[in-house]
């Protein structure tokens, strides 16, 4: 097989060992060839028949790829059907109430605390009971991503007052919701003993080596070791001892200034005026002026137990401090855990945490503070597609006193100053990231960076190769010896993506299949099968015309082939985001984020259907976000 990359070479002629060669010698190690595989291995055949070998289920591009898309509709393959679970307003199922939906935005704060929020982000199924391999009742656990304050009131930002912060930030955070099929139909448990919200308003506890430093402690919590709220959660992450991770992404849009800004403020992207939330007019905590501390204790990665409804949320200072994509698990050979990071800003870094011990695979509770020690990495992509894994530990290399930072919860709270220091290669927008069930090789969309190259900017790389970037790249690497502690990694750019037909050959892309652009989300099944997902900006679409590519998708790639199928169009406006399947392969639930968004902000609360009325059409008032329930006609194994 050989598959091209941006800069000429083909998977043969690549410096380091080929996908299938690494495959091989993981799977001889683990006495995983049996067979006719293991006959392909000694005769030195492609392996490409046998890289299933390891995985539970042969994954197969079996579908019917769908054409582009300008419908304001959910559309899937021929023999699949999708239907809408768990809009923005629905009830969460909490026992004490389910108040239901106004379509006229009427609900109060207190019942939005019950509802779903808005813009469903990342998502996870947990199987009941814990332990289980359940794929017909289970927790739904997921984000919501942010508010657009012109659909969630009736008359938006007028009348501003408390009540309308508080909705506000009821509407930020995380769902768990208790689901359940009987006869290929999925519906919302409720009431549920574990139905959930955490919102912009719980408290958390602050836990790792910044938990309680001078630089934590604000006037409400002088400890430095309390805080209430989770806030622009966009993906999430999973542990092997079934909890959630939630990742706080723009949390810096939140807060406004009327001081002066610190070095970290505008390292950050704290602003005097910030993006308009207008929370610090009833909650003085997001003026960053008069509370300049209170921003330090967001932008970390946030861990939960959705089984349990009365744990509090803790904030896992030990793996970094950013604009936190996802956080995404791996198990090292030796048994720690190894999480896998981006910081989805132009021009940030990716990063990986390895835990110091090693997990307890038989009871999960000795895990409750595996996250809490560890080392934090943040990495370097050479152009002779080597790369390494330069540790953030204080005292070593440029992270000294006498450079600036005090100790190890400095380090951590300036995560992107240390990254600076150290030299990491400055990304194209690191979002999603996806590890192969059986290989170990890393995937990670970097989404698009239209300031590459610019004036006073950082100019190309291989790993980041085009100027003026808007359509995105996945890049990926096999870490030395396959496993996911290692220091150094080889990688190589998976697909390169853009519009085929484009005038301009920089924008063309790769992509072998149907083309897409700007790839963010990103979710290996268990059958190999690496499922993609799309967040074109409206604002990108309207502006350079590609229609071309349709509203945004989600594919599904056959990474032997490097094939890529097309297998869901979205909405109007909509970023298609969060997949996850049961263990049985047989429902895959996926996420509609911002139907209808406003090519520029938020929508007109006069207007709210101006650009879609996703998902409840005519009937509706506004549209909503929404977690769809995709299954095959037939009951089959997804995508096959
Ligand atoms: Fe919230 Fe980076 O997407
Ligand atoms: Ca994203
Ligand atoms: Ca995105």
């Keep these: 097989m050989s598959h091209s990359y941006s800069d000429g070479r083909t998977l043969n002629d690549s410096p380091n060992a080929t996908f299938d060669q690494i495959l091989e010698t993981r799977l001889s190690r683990r006495g ?31 579908f019917k790829g769908i054409s582009v898309s300008t419908a304001d509709a959910v559309r899937v393959p021929e023999g699949y059907s999708a239907n809408v679970l768990y809009a923005w307003g629905d009830p969460v199922g909490h026992p004490s109430a389910s108040p239901a939906f ?14 779903a929020g808005m813009h469903h982000d990342g998502i996870h199924y947990f199987a009941l009971p814990y332990g289980s391999e359940n794929s017909a009742n289970g927790l739904l656990v997921m984000n919501h991503e942010y508010s657009d304050d012109g659909l969630l009131h009736a008359d938006g930002f007028a009348n501003w007052n408390a009540d309308k912060v508080r909705k506000a930030q009821n509407a930020h955070g995380c769902s768990v919701v208790e689901v359940r099929e009987k006869g290929g139909k999925w519906e919302v448990v409720r009431p549920s003993p574990f139905a959930r919200r955490v919102t912009a308003r719980t408290p958390m506890r602050i836990a790792g080596p910044a938990a309680g430093s001078a630089d934590m402690k604000t006037a409400a919590d ?72 209170e921003s330090n204790r967001h932008g970390w990665v946030v861990e939960f137990d959705p089984y349990d409804p009365q744990s509090q949320p803790v904030k896992r200072t030990a793996l970094g401090r950013f604009s936190h994509e996802g956080a995404w698990t791996a198990a090292a050979n030796d048994g720690r855990l190894v999480v896998y990071m981006g910081d989805d800003r132009a021009f940030e870094y990716i990063y990986k945490f390895v835990s110091r011990d090693a997990w307890n695979r038989t009871d999960r509770n000795a895990n409750r503070n595996i996250l809490d020690h560890g080392t934090l990495y943040v990495a370097k992509f050479s152009d002779d597609a080597s790369g390494e894994w330069i540790p953030l530990i204080h005292g070593r290399g440029a992270l000294t006193k006498e450079a600036g930072f005090a100790d190890q919860a400095d380090v951590l709270i300036r995560t992107r100053a240390a990254g600076d220091a150290v030299g990491a290669t400055k990304m194209d927008r690191p979002e999603w990231i996806a590890v192969h069930p059986a290989t170990n090789e890393v995937y990670c969309t970097l989404t698009n960076n239209s300031g590459r190259g610019g004036k006073d900017r950082p100019g190309t790389d291989r790993a980041n190769p085009r100027v003026n970037n808007v359509f995105g790249q996945i890049i990926r690497w096999r870490e030395s010896g396959n496993d996911p502690a290692a220091l150094n990694f080889q990688w190589d750019l998976f697909a390169i993506a853009g519009d085929p037909q484009h005038p301009d050959a920089g924008r063309r892309g790769n992509i072998k299949g149907d083309a897409y652009g700007s790839p963010d989300g990103l979710w290996f099944d268990d059958g190999g099968l690496l499922w993609i997902q799309t967040d074109v900006s409206a604002s990108t679409i309207s502006k350079n015309h590609y229609e071309r590519l349709g509203n945004n998708q989600m594919l599904a790639a056959d990474i032997r082939s490097g094939e890529t199928r097309r297998f869901l169009t979205g909405p109007n406006g909509c970023e298609v985001t969060g997949v996850v399947m049961t263990p049985d ?56």
Excluded at 266 to 290: I, L, M, Q, T
Excluded at 591 to 614: L, T
Aim: charged fraction near 20%; hydrophobic fraction near 30%.
């Design 585 to 640: 392969a047989r429902t895959m639930f996926i996420n509609i984020q911002h139907p209808g968004e406003a090519p520029k902000g938020r929508n007109d609360p006069q207007n709210p259907k101006a650009h879609s009325s996703w998902p409840d059409g005519a009937a509706g008032g506004r549209p909503r976000s929404a977690t769809v329930v995709i299954r095959k006609n037939d009951g089959g194994v997804i995508g096959t």
């Design 222 to 293: 002088p400890a430095g070791m309390t805080v209430l709220g989770t806030f622009n959660n966009c993906a999430h992450g999973y542990t092997p001892w079934g909890t959630y991770l939630t990742c706080e992404e723009n949390w810096n849009s939140y807060f406004t200034n009327s001081g002066t800004l610190t070095a970290d403020h505008r390292r950050n992207g704290v602003s005097p005026k910030g993006r308009g939330y207008r929370w610090e007019e009833f909650d003085e905590r997001f003026d960053a002026g008069k509370h300049p501390n």
């Design 102 to 115: 106004k379509q006229d935005a009427g609900n109060s704060a207190d019942e939005q605390a019950l509802q």
């Design 32 to 62: 995983l060839l049996k067979g006719a595989a293991a006959l392909a291995v000694a005769g030195s055949l492609p392996l490409a028949g046998c890289a299933t070998a390891g995985l539970r289920r042969e994954g197969n591009l079996g």
